[in-house]
């Protein structure tokens, strides 16, 4: 009986810690996944937050330069959940990955505070050359599902990564970037309140189409 005990108090200490630890990281699944009902269970059923904590934990032992150990819990997180991300990389706080399958987060990339990510995005190099090599995301930024951000390219702050993007060159701050390659509209140097709204996303290629198709069938008109 004073072994359940025990085992009851440790676990119910373990679970308040991680809860602690990562409490930015709660918040913010809370905040932007209307499903995330209570901290439990975000705490057991959320990849996102579980691939984070064994992040980590590789990210630690890589730094006391512990050997092989650290890849293979980024491999192990891999398979328990979908979502692999390099023990080196580095990740502020706040973070959070919404379902997650298929994300990848390279060696040398660097994520702000508050950043959003979605499953399929691939935070990648574009060829063999050694050191930074990954991109850097800034804070508050949104990076919708099937984007790939390749290369050692900075996304600014407050910025917005459209589904499916594929970015090769630096994103202004307070931007939204849609399309392939992806092309940004500056939202006039202000702030953009993120709402996770992926439906009404400005696209100037589509609305530059739009104005093109109008003027044809105008000319059309004329005849």
């Given at each position: 009986?004073?072994?359940?005990i025990?085992f009851?108090?440790?676990?119910?200490?373990?679970?308040f810690?991680?809860?602690?630890?990562?409490?930015?990281?709660?918040?913010?699944?809370?905040?932007?996944?209307?499903?995330?009902?209570?901290?439990?269970?975000?705490l057991f059923?959320?990849?996102?937050?579980?691939a984070?904590?064994?992040?980590?934990?590789?990210?630690?032992?890589?730094?006391?330069?512990?050997?092989?150990?650290?890849?293979?819990?980024?491999?192990?997180?891999?398979?328990?959940?979908?979502?692999?991300?390099?023990?080196?990389?580095?990740?502020?706080?706040?973070?959070?990955?919404?379902?997650?399958?298929?994300?990848?987060?390279?060696?040398?990339?660097i994520?702000?505070?508050?950043?959003t990510?979605?499953?399929g995005?691939?935070?990648?190099?574009?060829?063999?050359?050694?050191?930074?090599?990954?991109?850097?995301?800034?804070?508050n930024?949104?990076?919708?599902?099937?984007?790939?951000?390749l290369?050692?390219?900075?996304?600014?702050?407050?910025?917005?990564?459209?589904?499916?993007?594929v970015?090769?060159?630096d994103?202004?701050?307070?931007?939204?970037?849609?399309?392939?390659?992806?092309?940004?509209?500056?939202?006039?140097?202000?702030?953009?309140?993120?709402?996770?709204?992926?439906?009404?996303?400005f696209?100037?290629?589509?609305?530059?189409?739009?104005?093109l198709?109008?003027?044809?069938?105008?000319?059309?008109?004329?005849?």
């Amino acid at each position: 009986m004073g072994t359940v005990i025990i085992f009851i108090f440790t676990f119910v200490v373990f679970i308040f810690g991680i809860a602690l630890i990562f409490k930015d990281e709660i918040t913010s699944t809370k905040n932007r996944d209307p499903s995330a009902t209570n901290i439990l269970e975000i705490l057991f059923t959320y990849a996102g937050l579980h691939a984070l904590i064994l992040h980590r934990i590789a990210r630690f032992l890589l730094r006391i330069n512990i050997p092989f150990i650290p890849r293979w819990i980024s491999q192990f997180n891999r398979w328990l959940t979908g979502i692999e991300i390099h023990p080196a990389a580095f990740i502020g706080e706040g973070l959070f990955i919404d379902h997650g399958m298929g994300v990848v987060i390279g060696e040398t990339t660097i994520i702000g505070d508050n950043v959003t990510l979605y499953q399929g995005v691939t935070l990648g190099g574009t060829g063999k050359e050694r050191g930074k090599r990954h991109p850097n995301i800034g804070n508050n930024v949104v990076i919708g599902a099937g984007a790939k951000i390749l290369g050692n390219i900075c996304v600014g702050d407050n910025s917005y990564v459209g589904a499916n993007a594929v970015v090769l060159k630096d994103v202004a701050p307070n931007s939204t970037v849609v399309g392939v390659p992806g092309r940004i509209t500056k939202q006039d140097g202000k702030k953009i309140e993120i709402e996770l709204d992926h439906i009404h996303v400005f696209d100037p290629v589509m609305q530059r189409i739009e104005e093109l198709e109008k003027k044809i069938e105008e000319l059309k008109n004329r005849d």
